[in-house]
């Protein structure tokens, strides 16, 4: 159920605006790599790209590759539709649908894709995200209550179930802890460390403790300043990124001394 994604030379626009610059990194099947930088460096531009969310945006386009084991996912005949299915999102807000039900939260993905899933396999697909999200013990005798009856930290965990029921290859979670108190935010750490046996996991992160803690890999993205693009500086392996980063920049942002 994991893929792997190598990215070459990808360059992000906004119209005429070039956000992101000339990235290349190789994203590695059931691990957690983690993006990391300042407020405006691209960090999400770039995780948008990965399951092209970003032509939702008027304007935005890309330029270079992202091949998801060995099918580039910009080819002309590749519907970005399954694109997003086969790679799926989690946002900074928890966003449940308000109003519907945690079951039916559950199933929405799934329903867009197959509208004539039995009440069986619906009932199966529920249980198996919910656990798969840690959060089916919670929530098992209430299914049917509405999906904004939850804490913050389970409605995350519920939007986690509803990306994992339609049964990706790659999760891309964007800041997901950063609206979360800390022990919600350590379910949804303890959680990720579960689903990178299933899943590739791409996380943006402010927190680097939490990039410390979660990630197997960490890529460090820096903007020169206003205006221009944001870059990726270097990538390698967590504990080499935290101990020794070959670039003075990626020390002083891991640091604290800006950003
Ligand atoms: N929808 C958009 N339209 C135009 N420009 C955008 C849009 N989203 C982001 N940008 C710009 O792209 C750059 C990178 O933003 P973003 O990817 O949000 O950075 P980060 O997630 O690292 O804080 C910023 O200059 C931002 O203003
Ligand atoms: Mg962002």
Excluded at 146 to 151: C, W
């Amino acid at each position: 159920m994991s893929k792997r994604i190598d990215v070459e030379n990808l360059d992000v626009y906004y119209g005429d605006f070039l956000a992101v610059e000339g990235v290349s990194m190789a994203i590695e099947p059931r691990s957690v790599t983690a993006l990391i930088g300042p407020s405006g460096c691209g960090k999400s531009t770039f995780l948008r790209t990965l399951n092209r969310m970003h032509e939702v945006i008027p304007g935005a386009r890309v330029e270079g590759r992202a091949v998801m084991d060995g099918q580039d996912l910009y080819a002309p005949e590749v519907d970005p539709v399954q694109v997003r299915r086969q790679v799926g999102m989690v946002f900074q807000r928890p966003n449940p649908f308000p109003t519907m039900s945690i079951a039916d939260n559950v199933l929405a993905g799934v329903r867009l894709n197959n509208k004539r899933i039995s009440k069986g396999d619906a009932a199966d697909t529920v249980e198996r995200s919910l656990r798969g999200a840690n959060l089916w013990n919670e929530v098992k005798d209430r299914l049917d209550k509405p999906g904004s009856s939850l804490s913050g930290g389970q409605q995350q965990r519920l939007c986690i179930a509803r990306a994992i029921a339609v049964e990706p290859q790659v999760l891309l979670m964007d800041e997901p802890c950063s609206a979360l108190d800390p022990i919600s935010t350590l379910a949804i750490e303890d959680l990720m460390s579960e689903l990178k046996n299933d899943y590739t996991i791409v996380i943006v992160t402010h927190n680097m403790q939490q990039a410390a803690r979660v990630s197997d890999r960490t890529a460090f993205f820096n903007i020169a300043g206003t205006g221009q693009p944001g870059k990726l500086i270097e990538m390698a392996d967590t504990p080499t990124m935290f101990s020794s980063p070959s670039v003075p920049a990626t020390e002083d942002y891991i640091s604290g001394r800006f950003g």
